[in-house]
């Protein structure tokens, strides 16, 4: 909106009242100009100066006018092709341009939350879990998102369990990107040669005889890949599943820690027996990614983990061995509660963010139907993010084209993070123990159980150390042993 004020213009260039400039916050020579020569009287050169004036202008209100959005991410397969395929977002969104901060998992946990938490704004996009997203809601840490998603959203489409774990107290903190469980993934030309077959639901032994049987180090293949690297989302996530199905729990029902009990040492005992012998060198090292490597290169008989992975290796393009991976649910032992994790990626907006309003709109596309379809149409269906729509399940383009579709569909369904083992607990989570002292819990004890997987404990040694960094943390975080946290 342009301010006007009258002038007039007397014969030595001086203004009076009766001549009208257009907006009174210009000044210099073009201001200059338009009153001492309003019909073109002046030398051509002063009016070009004038028009380079005015264009750098605008042009320096419109940089003024850009919104960059910081997005703290995780370094997997299916969001760097979201930061490829955003692109389209931007042009659709020219006001708006993407900062993308790209982490591995634990280094991503450890930014985020010590900047959300100290409301510190360096990021507009976060992206968490389900350990994070009610905790950090209920703190106010994050906005809530209903109220901020176009009716095309639809909501409802979301799988309950993925949507459920994305909200507290009724409101949606976060927008699922993808969800996931845990499978069994294995060669089955390796099965084949080797005269096994993999059983409609694998036990833990025969996970152990069938790596036993398959691991051949003088050919650089081993057994089977597990999570060995140390975090509260690497081995944990996992080590907790092998606990759940052998009948352990992290806490009783007064909340007092349990690593004293023989169930968590059978657990323990062989997970890190099985790794030690079957698995290949390096395993302490050896996270969610690494061990994607090693299979989609053909260095691994048997891996169980994400059910994410399983669309990267039947991709020919990038796994080695997408001809012959076979899918089977993941290993129970004395029970199935808690063999299964439950786990989503999703993005947040954190409430000290700069540009909450662009933000919403980014991750709202970015978790969209239509973000899918664009998956679809430019890398295929089996790269469509899974474990968030139930849309994505029922097309029947989908099913055609990704066998592992329907295993993904029922593991995440039947996964119950209420009931994460066969004894009560007063806690939620399969893979991980909702409550805010956790992610200190798990780190530690991640560290004492690779620790044990390279030989620098025993096991015993590992489960008594846990039991008593569990303890004080517990008594440190004012909570106590005994105590709900």
């Known amino acids: 909106m342009y301010s006007r004020r009258a002038v007039s213009l007397p014969t030595d260039g001086a203004p009076k009242d009766n001549v009208n400039i257009r907006d009174r916050h ?15 009287f002046a030398p051509w050169y002063r009016w070009l100066t004038c028009v ?30 979201m930061q490829r395929l955003s692109a389209e977002f931007v042009r659709e969104h020219p006001g708006i341009n993407l900062d993308w901060v790209v982490l591995e998992e634990k280094i991503l946990r450890e930014k985020t939350t010590t900047d959300v938490a100290a409301h510190g704004g360096q990021f507009d996009i976060v992206t968490i879990g389900p350990l994070e ?7 106010g840490w994050l906005l809530p998102l209903e109220d901020k998603l176009p009716p095309s959203y639809d909501i409802g489409d979301l799988l309950k369990p993925i949507r459920d774990g994305a909200s507290w107290n009724g409101h949606l903190y976060a927008l699922p990107f993808y969800g996931e469980s845990s499978l069994t993934y294995y060669r089955k030309d390796l099965f084949r040669q080797a005269g096994l077959s993999m059983p409609s639901q694998p036990t833990y032994a025969d996970i152990a005889r069938f790596a036993q049987k398959l691991n051949d180090p003088s050919h650089d293949t081993y057994g089977v890949c597990l999570r060995g690297k140390p975090g509260w989302g690497e081995n944990i996530a996992y080590i907790s599943t092998v606990a759940n199905t052998f009948g352990a729990r992290w806490f009783d029902e007064a909340w007092r820690p349990q690593f004293d009990t023989p169930e968590w040492h059978s657990a323990v005992a062989f997970y890190v027996d099985l790794l030690q012998r079957y698995g290949p060198p390096g395993s302490s090292s050896n996270g969610f990614n690494e061990n994607l490597t090693l299979f989609e290169n053909g260095r691994c008989a048997m891996w169980i983990d994400a059910t994410v992975a399983a669309g990267s290796l039947f991709d020919s393009t990038e796994s080695k061995v997408a001809s012959t ?24 907006v954190p409430a000290s963010s700069k540009h909450p309003a662009e933000a919403a709109q980014f991750i709202a596309w970015a978790t969209s139907k239509r973000y899918i379809r664009e998956v679809e149409n430019t890398s295929g269906w089996t790269a469509a993010p899974p474990g968030t729509r139930t849309s994505t399940y029922a097309a029947p383009q989908y099913a055609a084209v990704a066998p592992f579709a329907d295993l993904t569909y029922r593991s995440i369904l039947a996964a119950d993070p209420l009931h994460p083992t066969v004894k009560p607990v007063p806690y939620m989570g399969i893979q991980c123990v909702v ?11 991640g560290q004492l159980f690779a620790a044990a997987l390279v030989g620098k404990l025993s096991v015993d040694e590992a489960l008594r150390e846990a039991q008593l960094v569990t303890e004080r943390v517990l008594n440190r975080t004012g909570t106590g042993t005994g105590k709900q946290p």
Not at 66 to 73: D, H
Not at 133 to 139: E, H, V
Not at 435 to 445: E, H, L, S
Request: aromatic share 10%.
């Open 26 to 40: 210009l000044s210099g020579p073009c201001t200059r100009l338009a009153i001492a020569r309003p019909f073109g």
């Open 52 to 81: 380079v004036l005015v264009v750098l202008l605008f042009a320096t209100a419109g940089l003024r006018a850009q919104t960059t959005l910081t997005i703290a991410t995780v370094n997997n397969t299916d969001m760097i092709r």
């Open 133 to 139: 997203t009610p905790l950090w809601g209920r703190r």
């Open 325 to 348: 991976v076979g899918f089977a649910p993941a290993p129970v032992a004395v029970t199935p509660h808690g063999s299964q994790w439950l786990w989503f990626w999703a993005l947040a």
């Open 435 to 445: 409550i805010p002292a956790f992610p200190t819990i798990g780190n530690q004890v």
